[in-house]
């Protein structure tokens, strides 16, 4: 089992700039895919950014070229660097984790993003 643990969320203003980061407990190398998901307020929870134990990331269109996912497997963290923020940007974003041997998924709590003037 893993815990997962965001920080870094916050109020941004329009075209600024964050970056989300999650702490496993254990270690994620060669193990886990690690996500960002996020869900804005009374919508459906979505896929954000993915990088595979390899490196490998993939992207929900809307946020190509303005998000950048990696990881540290040293570390046992994953970022999401956000960019060139928009209003349709904010909602509550969550940390994943999902074994590539068993499937098993992990959920980070959750942190807020909300991007306004």
């Known amino acids: 089992q893993v815990q997962l643990v965001e920080s870094g969320g916050g109020l941004v203003q329009p075209g600024g700039s964050l970056t989300l980061s999650c702490a496993a407990s254990r270690s994620i190398q060669g193990i886990y895919i690690m996500g960002w998901y996020r869900q804005p307020p009374g919508k459906q929870r979505e896929l954000v950014a993915t990088v595979g134990p390899g490196g490998s990331t993939d992207y929900l269109d809307s946020v190509k070229g303005r998000f950048t996912i990696s990881r540290d497997d040293d570390k046992n963290t994953v970022s999401l660097e956000m960019n060139s923020l928009k209003p349709e940007d904010s909602a509550l974003y969550y940390c994943?984790?999902?074994?590539?041997?068993?499937?098993?998924?992990?959920w980070g709590q959750g942190t807020q993003v909300t991007v306004s003037s």
């Open positions: 994943h984790a999902r074994s590539i041997f068993s499937g098993r998924q992990y």
